[in-house]
Each structure stands twice: as C-alpha cells, then as structure tokens.
C-alpha cells in the first residue's frame, strides 16, 4: 500500500470517529480560572454555558446562582445533546436559549433580571430544546417559559419539550409556545394570581397529562385569566399574525 493511501485512510478514520463528550461542574465554592473538573468546578452557570461542546454534560451543584445564563456558543445535535443538570436545589434567575438541542433538567429560576419579560427564554434558533422539572417562581411580574418566533410564524422554533414543569407565583403569563411541533407534557400550574396559563399560538402542538388549580386573577389586574388563550389577527393571511393550528389538547385537568 503506498504511503499516501495509508495516510489518507488515516484521515479518514480519524475523521469518523465521533467526538469525546466531556462532563463539566459548577459549584458556588469554584472559580471560573479552574478546568471545571469535579475536583476544581467552575463558579458561574455561564461559564460552563460558554465552554460545552455537542454531547457535553455540566452538572450545577446545589446553590444559589445570581445569574441569568445566556445560551449563545455551541450548538448540540439530536444526536449529541449539551445537557446543563442541576445536582441537587439549584436556584438561578433563568436563561436565554439561542442555539439547539439543550437539555435544561432541575432548575428553580426566579426571573429577578427579568421583570415583564421570560424567565426561560426559547429563541427561534433553540430547537429541540427540552425543558425538564423546571420550577418556575418568579419575585417580580415576569412571564415564566416563552418561545419567540422567527421570521416566518408557525415554523420556529421546533421540536421543543417542556415536561414535568411547574409554575408557581406567576405574576404574568406562565408559558407562551411559539413555532412548531412541540409538546407540553405532565406540566403544573399553581397560582393565586397568574394572567394566562397557556399562550398557545404554535402550530403541531400537543399539551397533554397538564394540571391547572388555583389559577386566578393578578390583584389588581385588568387582564382575566385564561388557561388558554389563543387568537388570530383578523384578516391576517396565513403565515401572519398571532394563531395556532393543528394542535391536540388530551388529558388535562382544570
């Protein structure tokens, strides 16, 4: 075999072989400077956040974070997830999702650096985002998880889950699902004074096994509660305006 053939062949196993998924740790006694081994964690959320690769795992050990994580390095694959898990009661103010394929699991966000807006943030680039045992309670009127469109309504973001969530002392709406193709599965919403449960203006949608109790009115509010509000804009031309189409709703208790 002639040695540029071997050298070629070369090559190209060692391009297929698949990337070595790294596992990285916060903890509020780390510092930023270390590796984020679990002997020598990182100190911030958005730290691991910036370093993760596709297949990555950061596991954020029991604390009190005082950041809002923005989302905006690598992007993960469906194949090879960059999952951020909190190890134990982890509390952070939320997070800004602007790449694919993040897995979010165990979080209590509280939405302080975020008043009037949403506490977990789905940017139209963040598909295939999976929400998981999220609990949502925010100090200030801030909205709990929204997805926001793209360009085009009703196509992204895609493919997201939100399961096993709950939403507590909402002050503003609790989630609003932009795009396409999500479902909202086994989620809770528990509030005395929530506006909207369920903004549902994302098309191909299934909401399915969620609980609705004791959402009522916010003190002093104008807006009613709906547990699901949906419109369109009269007159709008398909593609335009605020709608949802294609949706199952199953299973759910009010």
């Known amino acids: ?63 009190t974070y005082d950041e809002r994580v923005t989302i905006n390095g690598a992007s993960g694959t469906a194949g090879n997830r960059i999952s951020l898990l909190a190890n134990g009661a982890v509390t952070l103010y939320g997070f800004n ?66 399961r096993s969530c709950l939403f507590t002392n909402m002050q503003y709406h609790g989630l609003q699902c932009q795009g396409n193709n999500h479902l909202i599965e086994s989620n809770t919403w528990f509030s005395p004074y929530g506006q909207d449960a369920i903004r549902a203006f994302a098309n191909n949608t299934t909401y399915r096994a969620n609980v609705f109790t004791n959402w009522s009115n916010l003190t002093g509010s104008a807006n009613h509660p709906d547990i699901v509000q949906s419109w369109t804009v009269v007159g709008a031309a398909p593609g335009a305006g605020y709608y949802a189409t294609n949706c199952v709703f199953e299973s759910n208790l009010i």
């Open 1 to 63: 075999v002639a040695r540029s053939d071997m050298r070629l062949t070369l090559a190209l196993l060692l391009f297929a072989l698949p990337l070595q998924a790294a596992t990285y740790y916060v903890a509020t006694t780390g510092n930023d400077g270390n590796p984020g081994t679990q002997a020598q964690p990182w100190r911030t959320v958005q730290r691991a956040a910036n370093a993760v690769g596709a297949g990555d795992t950061v596991y954020v050990q029991t604390g």
């Open 97 to 162: 999702v602007q790449r694919p394929y993040y897995t979010l699991n165990g979080f209590k966000v509280t939405g302080v650096l975020a008043p009037l807006n949403a506490i977990v943030l789905l940017q139209p680039a963040a598909h295939g985002t999976q929400l998981l045992s999220l609990t949502i309670e925010p100090v200030l009127e801030s909205g709990g998880i929204f997805m926001l469109q793209g360009a085009v309504w009703g196509v992204e973001p895609s493919n997201c889950i939100v």
